[in-house]
């Protein structure tokens, strides 16, 4: 069974930076495409940034240049460096898994960035 844990939201002020970490239980961790999401109060559940199993990453543009995702398959854990965090990037935050045909997402850990 697979199992995503996040950790690492909190409250921040602007400008600041968080590093939110995601757990895989499972030995699928390493051929996934793993991911993280968000959504905020009212709005859609949004991908803003991506790593697959070789070496492709992709952001969405609303985060490029401030967010960084990187993974390590040896602790079966993706890692979302964020960074300049503006009140907008205030949401909860999703660890996604896609595996074949199966997509996974965690539980969430809530970020807010405010003054």
């Known amino acids: 069974q697979v199992q995503l844990v996040e950790s690492g939201g909190g409250l921040v002020q602007p400008g600041g930076s968080l590093r939110l970490s995601c757990a895989a239980s499972?030995?699928?961790?390493?051929?996934?495409?793993m991911g993280w999401g968000r959504q905020a109060p009212g709005k859609q559940r949004e991908l803003v940034a991506s790593?697959?199993?070789?070496?492709?990453?992709n952001y969405a543009d609303s985060v490029k240049g401030r967010f960084t995702i990187s993974r390590d398959n040896a602790k079966n854990t993706v890692y979302l460096q964020m960074n300049s965090l503006k009140p907008e990037d205030t949401a909860v935050y999703y660890c996604n898994a896609v595996y074949r045909e199966y997509t996974y997402w965690g539980q969430g850990t809530q970020v807010t960035v405010s003054s």
């Open positions: 790593i697959f199993s070789g070496s492709g990453i």
């Open positions: 499972g030995s699928f961790f390493r051929y996934a495409m």
